[in-house]
């Protein structure tokens, strides 16, 4: 729903035609953001390290390759020292063969864990965004109250201009004057502290940017208004079961758990170790073979350790992992809740306040019109310029209240369900 108010039209028209900068849209500041943000960069590096670790996880054994070295002489033959003349080499090797599928075992959780640090790192880049969002609020709401003390400003120099001709004239004392340029300093102030608060609003929004563009000529644009209508509660519900990216964490840290339990069993198996060498010396069992080779099998007895520990520990983390997805469901359904709740009572007050915005308008002019013209007090008339201007500055606080929530929204479900 679009705002009939002059002042908030006024916001997203500003900067460009002062310091000539390009305005950024959301969409540009959200493509800024994911390009350059530093903690969204040092995010991703978590799921490239991950990925190498599924490198690791899927290598098989190295071989072992062993040189035996027998038959030192160790007393002197015929008063010669030959202490290497009976030295017999043999080399050998040996291969560990890994039972019950571990290496592939290792592997799927080497990949499901970098599926768990993608899907962590979107839910981080959602609960960032909605930051981004909410100083891209802050930014617009202050360039709507800038706006809004730019023509209160704007406003009162045209009634001054009207009372110093009055006052020339006779029709009006030298002390309404005095008042009514007094009350000028309160329109000064609210500007001074408008300007104070966007180029504060933009130096917070400009860091998510990591961007070191001077303020002036740094600048968005968007718009500053509210919707009428929601959607169904259960519609927000049901995109948010199917988009919240650390409800989909959870579930996925349930299959890890599961692939670590198989894992686990499967550690519990013996591995084989097989080798073989060859060794050019004669046998016992023929003296005129020379060449000799062998083989070995080493089994170890898997009597006392059978991985037991983590067997019953990667049993329990799957039920603690089950637990934990629930209760990230139900974190989830409360925030769509309290969101839903928020922007209804948000929207409620801004059509109330939309309607007393339009009461305290007519108010200001008839009082204005009176004054002017003798049939009222210039108490009274300052008093409905206070109105007037206390109700407006409440409608843009307001509208920036509804945005905000707005945005929370978004986190709650996960994507953009609200522009």
Same mark, same amino acid.
């Given at each position: ?65 062993? %040189? ?77 109250? %800038? ?195 928020? %922007? ?53 606080? %307001? ?21």
């Amino acid at each position: 729903m679009k705002l009939d108010v002059r002042f908030l039209f006024m916001a997203g028209c500003m900067g460009s035609s002062v310091y000539a900068q390009t305005s950024l849209t959301w969409q540009q500041i959200k493509e800024r953001f994911e390009a350059a943000n530093p903690s969204l960069k040092a995010a991703q590096a978590s799921i490239a390290e991950s990925r190498a670790g599924e490198i690791t996880a899927h290598l098989r054994p190295n071989p072992d390759f062993t %040189l035996t070295a027998d038959g030192f002489q160790v007393a002197p033959n015929q008063g010669v020292w030959q202490p290497l003349s009976g030295v017999v080499l043999t080399p050998g090797t040996s291969y560990l063969v890994e039972r019950g599928n571990k290496r592939n075992l290792r592997y799927d959780v080497a990949k499901q864990s970098t599926a768990v640090s993608a899907t962590t790192y979107v839910d981080q880049e959602r609960g960032l965004l909605f930051t981004l969002r909410n100083a891209f609020v802050q930014t617009l709401q202050a360039k709507a109250v %800038l706006a809004n003390a730019q023509e209160n400003l704007a406003y009162w120099d045209r009634e001054l201009e009207v009372s110093r001709t009055r006052f020339d004239a006779g029709d009006i004392a030298q002390v309404e004057l005095n008042r009514l340029e007094a009350q000028r300093f309160q329109f000064e102030s609210d500007l001074t502290s408008a300007t104070v608060s966007l180029r504060t609003a933009k130096i917070q929004l400009r860091q998510f940017l990591n961007d070191t563009t001077p303020i002036d000529q740094f600048d968005i644009d968007g718009p500053f208004d509210y919707r009428g209508e929601l959607m169904p509660l259960e519609a927000y519900r049901k995109a948010a079961l199917e988009s919240r990216p650390d409800l989909k964490a959870a579930a996925q840290n349930i299959e890890l758990a599961r692939l670590n339990h198989k894992l686990a069993v499967s550690n519990g198996a013996a591995d084989v170790t097989v080798g073989g060498w060859y060794s050019r010396n004669a046998s016992f069992s023929n003296p005129l073979a020379n060449n000799t080779v062998g083989g070995n099998i080493s089994i170890p007895l898997r009597i006392n350790d059978r991985n037991q520990g983590e067997k019953a520990r990667t049993q329990i983390d799957i039920g603690r992992n089950e637990r934990l997805r629930d209760a990230t469901q139900a974190q989830v359904l409360s925030d769509v809740d309290s969101a839903y709740e928020t %922007l209804a009572s948000t929207q409620n007050l801004l059509r109330t306040r939309e309607r007393y915005l339009k009461i305290a308008e007519d108010n200001r002019n008839t009082i204005q019109f009176s004054y002017q013209n003798g049939g009222a007090s210039l108490l009274d008339y300052l008093d409905t310029e206070k109105a007037l201007r206390d109700t407006r500055l409440a409608f843009i606080n %307001l509208v920036g209240s509804y945005l905000t929530t707005a945005a929370q929204m978004n986190q709650a479900v996960g994507r953009e369900v609200i522009p």
